[in-house]
Structure formats: C-alpha cells, structure tokens
C-alpha cells in the first residue's frame, strides 16, 4: 500500500517544514513494525520549493489471515478466491488508515514541540493513492472529499485495459488538492475516509470504535452531507455503534453551535438563546432553582416528567436526599441517551436501585406515578398543544397527586433581551406556545384551585424589572388537610383513575 502527501514552499517558509509536521526526517528512511507487516516512511524529494513524504505498508498476508476478521477462525476480508490471495497488501483500506494513526499519531494531533506554531498553519497540500477501493466509485469519493475542501481527481481504474467492454473495477486512482487545510486536518480525513470507501475493517470493531471516530472526526463529520454514510461503513454498519455516534454528533453539533459543554445541553430548550445568560447558563440555573425547591418541599421520591436525556435525573442522583427517581418519557431516544448518561449498565448496585428511567406519555393517567413526594415538569408544557394541556393536567395533579409539583416554562415577555431572537419568534421550534406571567399565574392559579394545591411563583435567571425572568417556575404544593396519593380520592375521577 502507497500514500504520498506533498507540499510546495519558498525559501523564507521551505517546503521540507513538512518534516517538522510529520516528526520524520526528510534525510532520513524509516522504519515502523505493525501488527500486519513493516511501514517505511521516506522522502522521494526534499527541497525548499517541493517536499514529498512517502509512506509504504508492506502488509504480511500470513499475519492478515491469522489476526483479521472473516469467517472461520480470522480469515481476511474479501477473500473470494482463497486466502491468501486478494486486495488486502495492495489497494489502501483500513490497514493503512491504522498505519497512519500509528506512525502519523503526533502529526495527526497537531502536535510539533520543536516548531509549534507550524501545525495551525494551513500549506498546498497534495495527496495521491495509486490504489483505493472505492464502493460507489469517483462520485462517492467527490462527495465526501470535496465538502472538506479539496479538489479531487478520482480516475476509476478499469478491470483489464485489454477488455474495455467489461467496465471499471472498483478502484480508483485518487489525487486530493488543497489549499487551506493543515497536515493534522489532512491525515484525519484520510484516517476516518479510507476505511469507508473500502467499506470494510481488518479487525473487530467494538465500542470503543465510536471515540476513535469522534476523535478523528472531531470539527468536519457534524456538519457533513455524508455524516449517516461515513458513519456506518467507518463502524462496519452495526447499528447500535452507527445510532450512539449519530447521537454523540448530534449532541457535539449543539454544544458546539451554543458554544457551551455537551453535558449542559437542555433538550428542552433551544439553548442558542438561554446560554446567552454568562457565566452561567440558564439550564444549569433552572436545574438549581429546581433543586433547591425540592430540598425545601422535603422530599425524597421524585418524579422528573418529560426527562428528555437525563441532565436532571444526573443531578438529582448526586444528591443522597432523593433516595427514588424515576425518568419518564414519551421518546425511547431520549431514553436510550439519557441511559447512556447515566451509565446505568455500568453503575453500582446500590446507585442502580435508587433511579429508574420508564416510558410514557403524560397525557394518560399512570399508576407507576403514585406515591411520589414530588414531581418536576421542566419545560415540558410548551410543547404541548394547548388542548392536550388539560389531560396532562389531571394525569399529574389529579390522578397522580405528589405533595409537590414543580412546573418551569419560558416567560415570552423576555424574549426581547434575546438579540439572536427575532421578533415574534418562540424559543425553540417545537413550542406550540410561550405564555407571558400573567397567562402562565392564571393557569396555575386555576389547576391549583381544581386539585386543592397552593401555588407560589419563582424567578429563573435575572429578573428583569420591565420583562421579568426568562425562566419562571410554579410551586404547588398540596393544601393541608386535601388527600394526596397515600390517602382517600378526592373525586370521582380519582377514584375512576
């Protein structure tokens, strides 16, 4: 397998810099064992104007047998024919993706401790790779290639030039140009491109493949056309690995377009708008003021209805106070994220027994939710539509009845302050509505005086002295002397439920 990557220059900035990029000297060849035979690293030229590093894999097609994948006891892959005669040592594929991560790995991490301002900057690059599998042919390769930035020239090689009729194998001849790309961002996309234009791996993929793709991908798969294609052939299309990268890309997407940590994304709300709110974001203090109000209600087993992907279950589990929490929600997504967050395959025993996570929708009246202390609905009823907010209402406060209830929402009013915002556009795209202070009282005032709770009022964020808070937040509590869970229905309803 062959791979050369060049680059030009000029005597104030030499081209031989690549040398310094690469951590290999261009004066010298050498040499790196791996697990499937011998990569050699030289110089075919080195010189201020043009610098050209080679990287050579001479693959062991006896090793390739005995430790790959495939059938029986590790065949290679794509071994039609036998054995030990197929592509594998020749056309470039995930060996040598793996050969570059291994001999490349300082380079590919941007790292140069003698010259380190070299890896940031960008340099013409040329890439060539005599011979890559490509399944999907030129145009696939000019897909996911030239949306990174590069010009691509991918000649398909044909079958037998002897016998036109029979078409174009699989390969192609590959030419990348680039001008505004650093070596790192270039040796990652061909790390992370090559193995899925071969679409398949010389080893096992596990787990642990998903973080070696995110790290590799790491600024470019987010937001690329390819992101589902690339993705699944790189994870060797197991499903489970595909759906937790996509998930992962996702979240990484919306942090980074937030500009704020991936654990403190709210799935609730859109938080392009709240993490305007610095230092602290507006989901971290509702998630407080949240916690502080259960401290205060005294209780011990919460509900967190509408838990989307768990950043409230996290907290509440740090706490030894809450001795049961239970997670609902109507999307198994949000639940399989928030599983996943929590580390619930991997907690201990007795962590374990104090949370469960459970699917349902809170437009139905459920016996799983009685006999709570308290239950929490953190921007949940704007994505209601208005008419189901009344079966949600007697699910919660009639039919379930913890002592305390805690409901957050955005304030419309404040919406002004948000500068991103345009004019008479919600929060997030999903809110089928966002109440002013008033609106949002009123329908407290009138839920609490149906079910027998008090209700009080509690400002998230700064509050504004002309628009109000941009988070606000209902206390119900259950009224003394009304019967909650543990006692007597109240109505005929209840008693119905």
């Not at 007795?350 to 009246?365: E, F, H, K, P």
């Given at each position: 397998m062959f791979l050369t990557i060049s680059t030009t220059g000029t005597p104030e900035r030499p081209a031989t810099e690549l040398g310094f990029l690469l951590h290999k000297h261009p004066d010298r060849a050498q040499t790196f064992s791996t697990s499937y035979g011998t990569a050699h690293v030289l110089y075919p030229e080195a010189t201020a104007e043009r610098c050209t590093a080679a990287l050579l894999l001479e693959v062991d097609p006896v090793a390739l047998v005995r430790r790959g994948k495939g059938k029986g006891r590790g065949g290679a892959p794509d071994a039609a024919l036998a054995q030990y005669v197929n592509d594998r040592p020749y056309a470039a594929s995930s060996l040598l993706a793996v050969a570059i991560g291994s001999v490349f790995s300082s380079a590919m991490k941007g790292q140069c401790n003698a010259r380190p301002e070299l890896p940031a900057e960008t340099r013409p690059l040329r890439v060539e790779v005599p011979a890559l599998p490509a399944r999907g042919g030129p145009g696939l390769v000019r897909g996911l290639f030239e949306p990174l930035g590069?010009?691509?020239?991918?000649?398909?090689?044909?079958?037998?030039?002897?016998?036109?009729?029979?078409?174009?194998?699989?390969?192609?001849?590959?030419?990348?140009?680039?001008?505004?790309?650093?070596?790192?961002?270039?040796?990652?996309?061909?790390?992370?491109?090559?193995?899925?234009?071969?679409?398949?791996?010389?080893?096992?993929?596990?787990?642990?493949?998903?973080?070696?793709?995110?790290?590799?991908?790491?600024?470019?798969?987010?937001?690329?056309?390819?992101?589902?294609?690339?993705?699944?052939?790189?994870?060797?299309?197991?499903?489970?690995?595909?759906?937790?990268?996509?998930?992962?890309?996702?979240?990484?997407?919306?942090?980074?377009?937030?500009?704020?940590?991936?654990?403190e994304i709210d799935n609730a709300v859109d938080e392009e708008t709240d993490t305007e709110e610095k230092p602290v974001p507006l989901a971290v203090l509702r998630r407080d003021a949240i916690l502080a109000?259960?401290?205060?209600?005294?209780?011990?087993?919460?509900?967190?209805?509408?838990?989307?992907?768990?950043?409230?279950?996290?907290?509440?589990?740090?706490?030894?106070?809450?001795?049961?929490?239970?997670?609902?929600?109507?999307?198994?997504?949000?639940?399989?994220?928030?599983?996943?967050?929590?580390?619930?395959?991997?907690?201990?025993?007795?962590?374990?027994?104090?949370?469960?996570?459970?699917?349902?929708?809170?437009?139905?009246?459920?016996?799983?939710?009685?006999?709570?202390?308290?239950?929490?609905?953190?921007?949940?009823?704007?994505?209601?539509?208005?008419?189901?907010?009344?079966?949600?209402?007697?699910?919660?406060?009639?039919?379930?009845?913890?002592?305390?209830?805690?409901?957050?929402?955005?304030?419309?009013?404040?919406?002004?302050?948000?500068?991103?915002?345009?004019?008479?556009?919600?929060?997030?795209?999903d809110h089928r509505f966002e109440w002013t202070r008033e609106e949002f009282r009123s329908w407290a005032r009138e839920v609490a005086g149906r079910h027998g709770y008090d209700v009080e009022f509690t400002p998230v964020g700064l509050d504004d002295p002309e628009v109000g808070p941009p988070t606000q937040m209902a206390v119900f509590t259950l009224a003394t002397g009304t019967t909650g869970t543990t006692g007597t229905p109240n109505t005929k309803e209840e008693k119905a439920a």
């Amino acid at each position: 397998m062959f791979l050369t990557i060049s680059t030009t220059g000029t005597p104030e900035r030499p081209a031989t810099e690549l040398g310094f990029l690469l951590h290999k000297h261009p004066d010298r060849a050498q040499t790196f064992s791996t697990s499937y035979g011998t990569a050699h690293v030289l110089y075919p030229e080195a010189t201020a104007e043009r610098c050209t590093a080679a990287l050579l894999l001479e693959v062991d097609p006896v090793a390739l047998v005995r430790r790959g994948k495939g059938k029986g006891r590790g065949g290679a892959p794509d071994a039609a024919l036998a054995q030990y005669v197929n592509d594998r040592p020749y056309a470039a594929s995930s060996l040598l993706a793996v050969a570059i991560g291994s001999v490349f790995s300082s380079a590919m991490k941007g790292q140069c401790n003698a010259r380190p301002e070299l890896p940031a900057e960008t340099r013409p690059l040329r890439v060539e790779v005599p011979a890559l599998p490509a399944r999907g042919g030129p145009g696939l390769v000019r897909g996911l290639f030239e949306p990174l930035g590069w010009t691509v020239t991918a000649e398909a090689v044909p079958l037998d030039e002897r016998f036109p009729e029979w078409g174009d194998s699989r390969y192609v001849r590959l030419e990348l140009v680039a001008e505004g790309l650093t070596v790192a961002e270039a040796l990652r996309h061909l790390y992370v491109l090559l193995p899925v234009l071969d679409d398949a791996k010389h080893y096992w993929v596990a787990s642990d493949e998903v973080d070696k793709l995110l790290r590799a991908s790491e600024g470019w798969l987010q937001d690329h056309p390819e992101q589902k294609l690339i993705t699944s052939r790189y994870l060797s299309r197991r499903w489970s690995l595909t759906r937790e990268a996509l998930e992962r890309l996702e979240l990484a997407r919306l942090a980074e377009t937030d500009d704020i940590a991936v654990e403190e994304i709210d799935n609730a709300v859109d938080e392009e708008t709240d993490t305007e709110e610095k230092p602290v974001p507006l989901a971290v203090l509702r998630r407080d003021a949240i916690l502080a109000a259960l401290h205060a209600s005294g209780a011990s087993r919460v509900l967190d209805l509408g838990c989307g992907q768990g950043q409230l279950v996290q907290a509440l589990l740090k706490d030894t106070r809450f001795t049961e929490i239970v997670g609902v929600d109507v999307s198994i997504r949000a639940l399989t994220i928030a599983s996943r967050r929590l580390k619930l395959d991997r907690m201990g025993e007795r962590q374990a027994a104090r949370v469960r996570l459970v699917q349902g929708s809170l437009a139905y009246t459920d016996r799983r939710l009685k006999g709570y202390d308290a239950a929490v609905l953190s921007e949940v009823i704007e994505h209601l539509d208005l008419p189901r907010l009344p079966a949600l209402e007697y699910a919660v406060f009639g039919s379930a009845r913890p002592r305390t209830v805690l409901v957050t929402t955005p304030n419309v009013e404040y919406n002004v302050r948000w500068e991103s915002l345009p004019a008479g556009h919600s929060r997030h795209g999903d809110h089928r509505f966002e109440w002013t202070r008033e609106e949002f009282r009123s329908w407290a005032r009138e839920v609490a005086g149906r079910h027998g709770y008090d209700v009080e009022f509690t400002p998230v964020g700064l509050d504004d002295p002309e628009v109000g808070p941009p988070t606000q937040m209902a206390v119900f509590t259950l009224a003394t002397g009304t019967t909650g869970t543990t006692g007597t229905p109240n109505t005929k309803e209840e008693k119905a439920a």
